[in-house]
């Protein structure tokens, strides 16, 4: 768990791969960020309850070189709660050469998880602090702005994604006017359609997503790539035929039904002209006390999957910041 602190702090870590040790930097930041409900957000509103979130960033060699960094956004279960794989991903990339900073957004929120209970924090707010981590990165002497992607996980893997939105990005975009170079969403949930939603960045957006994943559905993840492509963006959806959600968590080997937790596979999520989120059916505010939802979806680590996940990434990314072989 990420640790708060008034000021960053650094220390060095061995990390021990398969043939030799890699000594990697971590420093420690406070980031700035707000929180605020959904359709304040949409609604172009940014002022809201000023949060202290905190970010843990990898710097994989020594040197005054730029380095290209990944932001890394987690799930529902927080900073190494169950599903979590935002160490594994931290250390495959640090491995490439490539700086990571896992974001940390419930700890300052006084949250632990939103398994339970999702409506304890609006979908949007990770956004934010994936901009405000965005800002704090860009000024710090061992990282190219110009080289910062962001990839997340299901409730992180949803951030990542509508991080595109040209909406969001004029409300909650960086000072410095930058844009993420790349989108990695991992399953997230594509449930919710929002106002101009196919104007978004022209950088690349991946989603990688199991077909028979039963929390985060991706039948609808495959019906806004749709609607991307129409609009000629540089979008793929990769499809694992065998893989349940959160396929690249070696931690769950054995597949876990995670009993109570509550997803909107069978609701259609739209954005009403008020801004707030409407039951399509009902065409009243959206609750997860609504008739469509469903609870107790499979977590299941597909080994096959995850090392497909992770070459595909690593291809990606290397012809994104034209790293050296």
Known sequence: MIKQSAIAFAFLVAIVGSATAQVTRVEVYPIASVTLADSDFLAGRSNGQPV?????????????????????????GGMGGVGGSID???????QLGIATFAIDSFSGRGIISTILDQARLGRLN????????????????????????VMGFSRGGQSALYSAMNRLYATLGPANKLRFAAHVAFYPDCTTTYRDDSDVSDKPIRILHGTPDNYNPVAPCR??????????KDVKLIEFPDAYHVFDAPSLRTPLTLKGAATTR????????????????TQKPFS???????????LA?????SNQAHLIVRDFLTEIFQLKP
Do not use: F
């Open 223 to 232: 019906a806004y790539v749709e609607r991307l492509t129409s609009a000629h």
């Open 301 to 305: 680590y597909n080994e096959a999957a």
């Open 126 to 149: 990770m956004v934010a602090d994936a901009y405000r981590a965005l800002d704090l990165l860009a000024k710090h002497p061992r990282i190219d702005p110009h080289r910062i992607a």
């Open 266 to 281: 069978h609701c259609q999520l739209v954005e009403a002209d008020d801004h707030q989120i409407v039951n399509h059916e």
């Open 88 to 94: 594994e991903w931290s250390r495959a990339l640090n």
């Open 52 to 76: 202290t979130i905190a970010g843990e960033l990898h710097i994989p060699k020594a040197g005054a070189d730029r380095l290209p960094a990944v932001i890394l956004l987690h799930g529902a």
């Open 288 to 298: 997860y006390a609504d008739a469509c939802v469903e609870k107790d979806p499979m």
